[in-house]
């Protein structure tokens, strides 16, 4: 048995949406900017996906821009409103994917905003209080704080972040990346500036994205070079990987309820089973709490052992694929910014395993038995 729990990193194509990509790699391979027959067909197709993502998001097709991927949308959105709307101070938490983090420092860096960070509780929870009172001290601010947090699965009330920010006048982006496709945003309700998605966290190819913006909010594209999706974003469109991001996100939503019940019940299963064969497992962030993490993601907290240094190896050694932490950060020692940030105990093993509506009963039976040996 090869075990996949590492869906938060990237999740498997489904056939059904390479199906209707494969149209576009082989036929309808026009440049969409060309007028003649070959072009148009291949703009149809990516105003017809765009459209498809905008009936699923209750928004404006005019609002829904074509991205390399969630960094590339995150970085348009961060840069493209401090430069445009003279933006002098930024509120963000220390547990932001990188390309949040890494943007907001740079711009800090360059002397452009002064950086503050929102409190957070010890399961790293938002302040919401702490994030009024910085709303307060610093007007005309721009406010970028996560949905779902894609390293200890905790879920932020991004309704009441909105609220917050309409009240007191700020821009407000939330990284959406690990939650769409998995939750319902309806933009007509959720009082937001920015969104944004990636295909390949719900199914979908990897190398394309998408960015909402607020038609309140205009702003300057981020890459410069031509006049596709609408003078908001230069170079050739990546035809195929939007037509698979709009049939990939459209799966995601006509089956929401369904995966959503067959992947929180491995999820739970998992947790009630690690505590039996496990004594003193413990789980980071909120991770283990069904109401406040996403249903996708949990963080164990193993205890402290000499196997913890070879624990991704061992499983790996067993066929199992699942993370140590966020996966864009593979390969560095420098330990997760997350766990850090929330003070994760550095003694004990932290492994996160994400789930996907192909996981089975079965794949977790065999995981966790396996992580149970490594600990007897």
């Given at each position: 048995?090869?075990?996949?729990?590492?869906?938060a990193?990237?999740?498997?194509?489904?056939?059904?949406?390479?199906?209707?990509?494969m149209?576009?790699?082989?036929?309808?391979?026009g440049?969409p900017?060309?007028?003649?027959t070959?072009?148009?067909?291949?703009?149809?197709?990516?105003?017809?996906a765009?459209k498809?993502?905008?009936?699923?998001l209750?928004?404006?097709?005019?609002e829904?821009?074509f991205?390399s991927?969630?960094?590339?949308?995150?970085?348009t959105?961060?840069?493209?409103s401090?430069?445009?709307?003279?933006?002098?101070?930024a509120?963000?938490?220390?547990?932001?994917?990188?390309a949040?983090l890494?943007?907001?420092?740079h711009?800090?860096?360059?002397?452009?905003?002064?950086?503050?960070?929102v409190?957070?509780?010890?399961?790293?929870?938002v302040?919401y209080?702490?994030l009024?009172?910085l709303?307060?001290?610093?007007?005309h601010?721009f406010?970028s704080?996560?949905?779902?947090?894609?390293?200890i699965?905790?879920?932020?009330?991004?309704s009441?972040?909105g609220?917050?920010?309409?009240?007191?006048?700020?821009?407000?982006?939330?990284d959406?990346?690990?939650?769409a496709?998995?939750?319902q945003?309806d933009?007509?309700k959720?009082?937001?500036?920015f969104?944004?998605?990636s295909?390949?966290k719900?199914?979908g190819?990897k190398?394309?994205?998408?960015l909402y913006?607020?038609?309140?909010?205009?702003i300057?594209?981020?890459?410069?070079?031509?006049?596709?999706?609408?003078?908001m974003r230069?170079?050739?469109?990546?035809?195929?990987?939007i037509?698979g991001?709009?049939?990939?996100?459209?799966?995601?939503y006509?089956?929401?309820?369904t995966?959503?019940?067959h992947?929180?019940?491995?999820?739970?299963?998992?947790?009630?089973?690690?505590?039996?064969?496990?004594?003193?497992?413990d789980?980071?962030?909120?991770s283990?709490d069904?109401?406040n993490?996403?249903?996708t993601?949990?963080s164990?907290s193993?205890?402290p052992?000499?196997?913890?240094?070879?624990?991704?190896?061992?499983l790996?050694i067993?066929?199992?694929?699942?993370?140590a932490?966020?996966?864009?950060?593979?390969?560095t020692?420098?330990?997760s910014?997350v766990?850090?940030?929330?003070?994760?105990?550095?003694?004990?093993?932290?492994?996160r395993?994400?789930?996907?509506?192909y996981n089975t009963?079965e794949?977790?039976?065999?995981?966790?038995?396996k992580?149970?040996?490594?600990?007897?």
């Amino acid at each position: 048995m090869h075990v996949y729990l590492d869906n938060a990193a990237t999740t498997i194509l489904d056939p059904i949406v390479l199906d209707a990509m494969m149209p576009f790699f082989k036929e309808h391979f026009g440049n969409p900017s060309s007028i003649h027959t070959h072009g148009r067909e291949a703009k149809s197709a990516i105003e017809k996906a765009r459209k498809t993502v905008a009936s699923l998001l209750n928004t404006s097709p005019s609002e829904i821009f074509f991205t390399s991927g969630g960094t590339e949308a995150d970085n348009t959105a961060i840069t493209s409103s401090i430069n445009g709307f003279n933006i002098k101070h930024a509120i963000t938490s220390p547990i932001e994917h990188h390309a949040v983090l890494h943007t907001l420092e740079h711009l800090e860096k360059e002397g452009k905003i002064q950086l503050h960070y929102v409190k957070l509780n010890e399961k790293g929870e938002v302040n919401y209080d702490d994030l009024e009172h910085l709303l307060q001290n610093y007007s005309h601010c721009f406010v970028s704080l996560m949905h779902g947090n894609n390293e200890i699965g905790n879920l932020s009330d991004i309704s009441r972040i909105g609220e917050l920010c309409r009240k007191h006048g700020a821009i407000y982006h939330t990284d959406t990346v690990q939650t769409a496709g998995h939750f319902q945003h309806d933009l007509q309700k959720l009082k937001v500036d920015f969104i944004v998605g990636s295909a390949h966290k719900f199914h979908g190819p990897k190398g394309v994205g998408f960015l909402y913006v607020n038609g309140d909010r205009k702003i300057d594209p981020l890459i410069y070079g031509g006049a596709q999706e609408r003078n908001m974003r230069g170079g050739t469109e990546n035809i195929y990987g939007i037509v698979g991001l709009a049939k990939a996100l459209e799966m995601a939503y006509q089956n929401l309820t369904t995966h959503k019940e067959h992947i929180s019940k491995l999820k739970t299963y998992m947790i009630n089973s690690l505590k039996t064969e496990i004594p003193g497992v413990d789980f980071n962030g909120a991770s283990a709490d069904p109401e406040n993490s996403l249903y996708t993601v949990l963080s164990v907290s193993l205890p402290p052992s000499d196997m913890n240094e070879m624990l991704l190896f061992n499983l790996d050694i067993n066929k199992i694929s699942a993370s140590a932490g966020s996966a864009c950060a593979s390969g560095t020692d420098a330990g997760s910014h997350v766990l850090n940030a929330i003070k994760a105990d550095p003694e004990r093993g932290h492994i996160r395993f994400s789930f996907s509506k192909y996981n089975t009963i079965e794949e977790i039976d065999y995981t966790v038995k396996k992580l149970s040996n490594f600990y007897k």
